[in-house]
């Protein structure tokens, strides 16, 4: 079922396009442009929305003020929650998890049971999978290193960043400083992260 546009003259998604023709979603009641494809199994929060000429599909959430816009292509189970946006020509699926300000978009594919929050943007023609896990103000230009089988969960390399699956999540610069310090070391991860640090010292001096 469609909705008519708020005004009649369209909606207005200040992508600099200004109003175009647009219907709110039966599954959830948010804005999506009749230029974008939306199944209704989809959830779109009243505050979320899709526009553009993207595609969303399976039982992907839109929650909060989320937005899948451009290119995009969604699908499966991946849920975006607060303001996280998925754009350009990206394409994300399976159990995919965006919190915070996280921003996928340029040609990225992320699929897989990734995590990605706080104010990280995954851009260019990156490949984030499996178990990886994105925090902090990381800029993801090219495919993370994600190691597994190992104490922890799994830990995730970038360029800048190493983030521990249900640990700390730092840009290398800060490890090497925690890593000197094993009251901090401690304080933060207990006894845990203590037993892991040599593990991890090499693993930065690899990919440092």
Known sequence: ????????????????????????????????????????????????????????????????????????????????????????????????ALHGQAYINGDAMVYGNVYVGDTVRVYMDAEVCGDAVLLGADLVRYSPVVIAGLHYPAVTITEKYCNLTGGPSLPFTEWDELLADEDALDELGGSELLDFSPILIQLLEIFT
């Open 1 to 96: 079922m469609k909705y008519q546009s708020r005004d009649g003259n369209g909606y207005d998604f200040a992508d600099g396009n200004g109003p175009v023709q647009a219907h709110q979603h039966p599954n959830g009641g948010g804005w999506v442009a009749d230029t974008a494809k939306v199944e209704d199994t989809v959830f779109v929060a009243i505050d979320a929305r899709v526009f553009g000429t993207a595609r969303v599909t399976g039982s992907v959430k839109l929650l909060d003020t989320s937005r899948i816009w451009g290119s995009a292509v969604v699908s499966d189970d991946v849920h975006l929650h607060d303001h996280a946006t998925i754009t350009g020509n990206a394409r994300v699926a399976n159990h995919v």
